[in-house]
């Protein structure tokens, strides 16, 4: 590393800086090689997770309302949770769970919008063409 002559050299004035060395130790136990797995794996799982709850819905056909307030309740008590234990693999599970809660929740409100929009295009148009060829009928 070079200084300046001067005496009071900054960092920048230091000459070139090489990375540093960065050494990644693997789990130990085999606790923690399934909290890296499922930390790699988290919204694969959490999306695997939403999709058994739509199946199961669509299957068994409950009450909309009902599911809808479930999974909201579910995902409030999982986030409480997992905002208030340690790091660790509960609390992956648990953001897993809080995530595909969610995923449940948004789904069915972008559907829902998307088919209102729709809806609303559609007459739109509609309204367009009839004005359109009424128009023309002149």
Known sequence: MRRCEGGG???LDSGPVSDPLIIEARPTSARE???????????MLSGI???????AFIV???????????AVAV?????MAAT????GLLRDL???????????????????????????VAIVLIVALVGIASRWRM
């Open 9 to 11: 050299g900054s960092a």
């Open 33 to 43: 090689r399934m909290r890296r797995w499922v930390r790699g794996r988290m919204l």
């Open 49 to 55: 997770v939403a999709l058994v709850e739509v199946v």
């Open 60 to 70: 068994w056909r409950p009450s909309a309302l009902l599911l809808a307030t479930l």
């Open 75 to 79: 995902l409030v008590l999982s986030v």
């Open 84 to 87: 208030r234990i340690a790091p």
């Open 94 to 120: 648990l953001w897993i769970v809080a995530i595909a809660q969610g995923i449940v929740v948004v789904i069915p409100l972008v559907v829902g919008l998307s088919l209102i929009t729709g809806l609303i």
